[in-house]
């Protein structure tokens, strides 16, 4: 049943583990819409943890959710090349360094003195997993951050705060956005990125739109149609030829 899903998908293990390859997520969307072959090879092989990825799991645990950001275990170094923390890595499996335990610290204090930030996550429950059907297809996600008013998404940034929203279609957070607002059953404008710049600290906000919306169905439609070819009706992905447009 539903019910009994949704309390399995609290388990990390299996949310990224079983589930990620028994349903489609945005994350897998926008595989899909980037590469066929990057889906089918990360499907087999795993998905490389990239340092983005790294930094971006740790901030959201050090606002979101303390505990679990403190039962991580931080080695005292500051360079993963470092013998301490390749020793600690062959013991324990995930580890991190003094560098990115303090990088996350210095955003996540920042992010709680802000008053318009602090407000968003106060009486809310924090992620928060949910599946259903789009086009056919049982779809995952997990939101930051779900409040009466609907749900926001914390997003880190190397852009320009006045600038991110060229990120929206540029990384297809619109796709997240079409996705989340669909499981969820709320409108786009119910739907709130919240975005921190990494470099100067910088707090900015984005509220979803139809626009946003749309744009997002329309790409998820195709990436849906790119699954359907090489994953149910079994082209052969090693044969597929992109036509390069541009002058």
């Known amino acids: 049943s539903k019910k009994e899903l949704l309390k399995r998908m609290l388990d990390d293990d299996f949310y990224y583990g079983e589930l990620n390859e028994l349903a489609l997520s945005s994350s897998t969307t926008k595989l899909l819409l980037d590469s066929p072959k990057t889906y089918r090879d990360i499907l087999k ?4 943890e990239t340092q983005a990825l790294r930094y971006g799991r740790l901030v959201h645990q050090a606002i979101l959710e303390p505990q679990k950001f ?3 275990i931080f080695v005292n170094v500051s360079q993963k090349s470092t013998k ?8 324990y499996g995930e580890v991190y360094t003094r560098t990115e335990k303090e990088y996350a610290e210095r955003i996540t204090d920042h992010f709680l003195r802000n008053e318009y930030a602090l407000k968003c996550i106060t009486n809310c429950e924090f992620e928060i997993p949910n599946i259903g059907m789009i086009g056919g297809y049982p779809f995952r996600c997990k939101a930051d951050i ?3 008013k609907g749900i926001i998404d914390i997003k880190t940034t190397a852009s320009k705060i006045k600038n991110w929203h060229y990120d929206i279609d540029k990384y297809s957070y619109d796709v997240q956005l079409y996705i989340y607002c669909t499981i969820f059953n709320i409108p786009p404008f119910a739907f709130k990125f919240l975005v921190i710049n990494k470099k100067n ?11 946003i919306f749309d744009n997002g169905k329309h790409k998820t439609e195709l990436a849906l149609k790119e699954f359907e070819k090489y994953f149910i009706n079994g082209e052969d992905l090693d044969n597929r030829i992109i036509q390069i447009g541009g002058d």
Not at 201 to 211: S, V
Request: hydrophobic share 20%.
């Open 70 to 72: 403190s039962e991580q």
């Open 45 to 48: 092989y795993g998905n490389p």
């Open 84 to 91: 301490a923390y390749k020793e600690a890595k062959a013991k």
């Open 201 to 211: 600290l910088e707090i900015g906000y984005k509220d979803g739109t139809q626009k």
């Open 146 to 148: 779900v409040s009466e």
